[in-house]
Structure formats: C-alpha cells, structure tokens
C-alpha cells in the first residue's frame, strides 16, 4: 500500500468519439489540453510564484528555534595516578599484612636491643565506583541579517522575475510549435481521406471498364485477354485502396497521439480554410515576424538574464555584513528531577560580522568568465535568429507563391486527364479505341490526381511553415 501510494499516477488518454467534424482550432485546443510535450513545458510555470517568494525571502531574516531534552549516564571504574598511569577503584574490602619491628630487651645506656618481627593485619575498605545520572533541557532563538553583500539579493529577485518571464513565454511558444504541427498532421489526414477517395474512384472506373469489355466480350467486340487485363487492373485497384486505408490510419493514429488522446479516437475533420499569397504583404509580414515571434523574445530575455547573472555574480567582491542575535536557556540536573520546560540559565548574544573575501584563489575571477561567456554566446543568439529571422519570413513567402503557382498548373493538368478520360472510356464504349488506350488514359488521369493531392498537401505545409516563421495564424 505504501508503494502504491507513492508511486507516480499514470496519465489518462481520453477516447474521443465524434459524429460532428472536428475543426483545426478544436484540434489545437485538445493538444493544448493533453500534449505530453506541452503539459511537461507548462510544469515550468508551477516554479514561478514560489521562485518570486523565494527571491523576495532573500531579503528577509532567517529565524530558527531549537529545543533539546537530554539525560546522560556516567560510570568511571578507573582513575589516573599522579605518574599517568590508570588505576581502578577497589570494589571489595582488602586484607593486607605488614610487619613491624618490635625491641624485646632495654640495655642500660637505654637503647633497645633483641628486637622482632611482628605481623600486623590491616583491612582497606571498598570504595564504591563513582555513578550518576545528568539531564538537560535548553531551548534557544536565533536570528540573522545580512544588511550588505554587494546587491546579490537584488540581482536574484531580478534573474526570478526574468526567469518567470521565459517559463510563460516558453509555454506560448510550444503552444505555437505544436499548433503548426497539429495543423500539418490535419493536412495530411485530409490529404490522405482524398487519396483513398481517389483510389476508389480509380477502382470503380477499373470496375466499369471490367464490365464493359466483358459485355464487348460477349458481342464479340473484343477477346478474352482484354477481359483479363481489365480484371487484373481491377486487382491491383483493390489492392491499392487497402494499402491506402491501412496509411490512413496510421495518420490518424500520428494525429490523436500528438493531440495526446487514445490512438483509437475516431472523428471527422472538418476542412481548414485556405488562402493565397496573393492576400499577404511580404514586408509586413517581416514587420510581424519581429513583433510575434516568441522564439526571438526568449533569445532578448536569455541575454537579459545573462547580463542579470554577471551584475549579481560581481557581488562577490563586495564585503558582507551581518546581523545575528541569539537567545537561549537552559538547566542541568539530577535524575531525580524532571526536565523543564522553563530552564533557569540564560543567555544573549548579539554580534555583527564583517565579512571581505580577498582572495579565493582565483574562483570568482573563473565564475565572472563564464557568465562573460555565457552572456556573450546568448548575444550572438540572438543575433543570429534575428538574421534569420527575415530570411525564414521571405523563404516561406516565396516558397508558398512557388506551390500555388503549380497548384494551378496541376489543377488544370487533372482536369485535362479527367476529360481525356472520359473520352477515351466513350471511345472504347463505341470501339474506336483499345483496352490499352483506355488503359493509358486511367494512368495518366490517376497520376495527374495524384500530382495535384500531393501538390495541395504542399502547399498547406508551406502555408503552415510560413505561419511558424511570421510567429502567427494567417488564416
């Protein structure tokens, strides 16, 4: 229970079941919602209120409070000799004999002679081995200032500010990015739904050019091979409108796991609005592009936070100051009294530090390169996608009005294999023409439909890539 209970909960997939056409916009708005992707950049901005305290907080005290109750047991068997070496205490009496000298005789000058030993028996005691018990309770206060260290704190408060500012703009430019890649996928869906349509048309013009050369067949019209060649291409249409269906759901499968729902969603796409090139202004395109594009406003804020990291790394030459105050008490005692929660002994102190690091061997100097470094690498960033930035707008412009222009072409290229289609198909009906001919006529109209599908996924996704480059929707 204790491990399931800490383990992470798995995400849920919606399934999404729909008979009405879903547009773009919904489509962008359920990848909004359940992107992976996305929702792991949006975690970023969880960090932006407590990382705005915690720059605030740096300027105020820091306070602790501390309270400890504790008892000891002491217990010394051993003691040390004036002479350094260790001795224990005697635990049990002690019987010890000397001897003394005692004079039997007295010789008249009064000196003693004839003297003898004497044994005397002397008892030493035990002594009990010192013992006790200690207890101790204190409580105590602290708090300290730093009043002065050369503006870090301010520094810091701003680099969050700045960093709060690139967590938001990050969302919105995924938010952007997957945008652009939602509405390609859509594309190419739609483009996909048009491609097995056109596979069926192809199958039902192969089916009907089956029944006319097998009714030809029966008149005498035609021979039995004409008959077969018209099966077999009705085959290989059968065959090609099950490869294409099969591609389809692998594009829709691509679509619902970008959008991060369950790959066995099932829903129409209602088709996207399109437009020319000939609706756009190239400058003003370039003009929005520099005033849309998050990817450029997050490079300017990566080199402001940069610059911001320099400033506050320079603090480390400054000397600091600090305030500390503190206030304890506490009691010791026996074991026989309780701990209190109101120790008698007290004790203030009040202190202010100076504190000037004059030298660490050389470490703030490498830490002020690198941020030098890193502040000089995120300028050129920037600078770099500003040079590009025009580019990627006039690239996609003329790239998109290149598409369109051979969209046209291919526009009416179809429609000049379809009406030569359908001429051939009544010329074969009258027999002015071969199966061969009809044939030709299937082929080319097939690759003509499927130059022209293939050009208009194009020109979508040019469509799309010049949206991405001007930072904005354009239809």
Not at 5 to 20: D, M, N
Not at 298 to 315: D, G, I, Y
């Amino acid at each position: 229970m204790l491990l399931a209970g800490t383990a992470p909960a798995q995400p849920q997939f919606p399934i999404i079941h729909s008979e009405t056409p879903l547009s773009l916009d919904s489509l962008i708005a359920l990848g909004y919602q359940y992107n992976p992707a996305l929702r792991q950049t949006t975690l970023d901005t969880r960090l932006n209120r407590i990382g705005r305290i915690n720059a605030v907080g740096s300027f105020l005290p820091t306070v602790s409070v501390g309270a400890n109750f504790s008892q000891s047991h002491y217990r010394n068997p051993t003691y040390t000799n004036p002479d350094g070496s260790t001795a224990s205490y005697p635990t049990n009496p002690v019987t010890e004999t000397t001897y003394e000298i005692q004079w039997q005789d007295t010789l008249p000058d009064g000196t003693f002679s004839n003297p003898r030993l004497v044994p005397v028996t002397v008892t030493i005691p035990g002594v009990g081995v010192p013992e006790g018990d200690n207890r101790s309770s204190n409580w105590s206060l602290s708090l300290s200032e730093t009043i002065f260290e050369g503006g870090r704190r301010i520094g810091q408060y701003r680099v969050a500010k700045t960093q709060e500012q690139i967590n938001n703009l990050s969302v919105v430019d995924g938010k952007k990015v997957l945008a652009a890649q939602i509405a390609q996928q859509v594309t190419l869906v739609l483009t996909q739904e048009k491609l097995v349509d056109l596979d069926k048309k192809l199958r039902d013009q192969r089916q009907d050019a089956y029944n006319l050369a097998k009714a030809r067949y029966e008149v005498g019209a035609v021979t039995e091979l004409d008959v077969l060649q018209t099966q077999i291409e009705l085959g290989k249409a059968e065959n090609v409108i099950t490869s294409a269906q099969r591609d389809l759901e692998a594009q829709r499968e691509a679509l619902n796991q970008l959008l991060g729902i369950d790959l066995s969603s099932q829903y129409p796409i209602a088709s996207a609005a399109e437009a020319t090139p000939f609706e756009f202004e190239l400058d003003h395109l370039v003009s929005n592009a520099y005033a849309n594009r998050t990817d450029l406003h997050l490079a300017e804020l990566t080199v402001k936070r940069s610059k911001q990291n320099l400033t506050m790394n320079r603090s480390e030459y400054c000397p600091t100051a600090t305030l500390t105050y503190q206030y304890s008490r506490s009691q010791q005692s026996g074991k026989n009294a309780d701990w209190t929660l109101d120790p008698q002994n007290e004790n203030s102190y009040y202190g202010l530090s100076l504190r000037w690091n004059l030298f660490d061997g050389f470490s703030r100097e490498y830490t002020m390169a690198t941020q030098r470094v890193a502040r000089d690498k995120a300028i050129e960033s920037e600078r770099q996608l500003s040079l590009q930035l025009e580019r990627d707008v006039r690239d996609a412009y003329y790239n998109l009005e290149k598409v369109y222009n051979q969209l046209q072409i291919t526009a009416r290229n179809r429609d000049l294999a379809e009406r030569t289609l359908n001429l051939e198909r009544e010329r074969y009906r009258l027999g002015a023409t071969s199966a061969l001919g009809l044939r030709d006529a299937q082929v080319i109209y097939a690759q003509a439909e499927t130059e022209h599908l293939q050009k208009s996924l194009e020109y979508q996704s040019s469509l799309i890539a010049l949206e991405l480059a001007v930072g904005t929707k354009l239809r």
